[in-house]
């Protein structure tokens, strides 16, 4: 969890999806919106398009709680509506998804897979967050959106030595914050 001290369990969450809760419903977005977001994110790699996503999959929890029956781990239910909404997005979008990308499974490895990578990507969200803008913006566009730095200097209209220089504060930024300390002899 990422902002509350308790898990919500399901029997809890289905009581208060039914009953209307809103202070378990705020605990349950405050709670599980950031991870919902990074996972709709890896599958969609649309930063709105994501945001839309876990939006209307807690509209739908408000609005359609009534009538839902949530067993099993809430993360689990979670992740897995918010990974289908996105799957269903893809198809309905018509773009060209790949077998390997649709074959979510639902097992405990593949689960935890997932888990570590969130965790990995809020992590290195985290120590991004110091960066000045500039430096964080170019690290984005080259790491997470797959630019090349001639590609990132034209789209800001700043020097390719910039966008390497740029690069090279926030990896090493990264590297001192993400890797174990070596003790020297």
């Not at 001290?5 to 202070?23: C, P």
């Not at 649709?102 to 997932?114: G, H, K, M, V, W």
């Not at 209209?157 to 926030?170: F, K, M, P, R």
Request: overall charge positive.
């Amino acid at each position: 969890m990422t902002q509350h001290d308790r898990t919500i369990s399901a029997a809890e969450l289905t009581a208060g999806l039914r009953n209307h809760d809103k202070d378990l419903f705020q605990q349950l977005y405050h709670t599980y919106s950031r991870e919902l977001y990074l996972l709709a994110f890896r599958w969609v790699q649309d930063e709105g398009l994501a945001k839309d996503m876990v939006h209307n999959l807690f509209v739908y929890l408000w609005e359609k709680g009534h009538s839902l029956t949530i067993t099993g781990e809430v993360r689990h239910y979670l992740f897995r509506a918010v990974t289908n909404r996105c799957i269903n997005e893809l198809k309905r979008r018509s773009r060209t998804v790949s077998e390997e990308l649709l074959r979510f499974e639902s097992d405990t490895a593949s689960f935890y897979e997932i888990a570590d990578y969130i965790v990995f990507q809020q992590e290195l969200l985290k120590h991004l967050a110091p960066l000045p803008p500039r430096c964080r913006e170019i690290f984005v566009l080259s790491r997470v959106h797959g630019l090349e730095p001639a590609e990132i200097a034209e789209k800001l209209g700043i020097t390719l030595n910039t966008v390497y220089y740029q690069l090279s504060v926030a990896l090493s930024t990264l590297r001192t914050a993400l890797l174990p300390k070596k003790k020297l002899r």
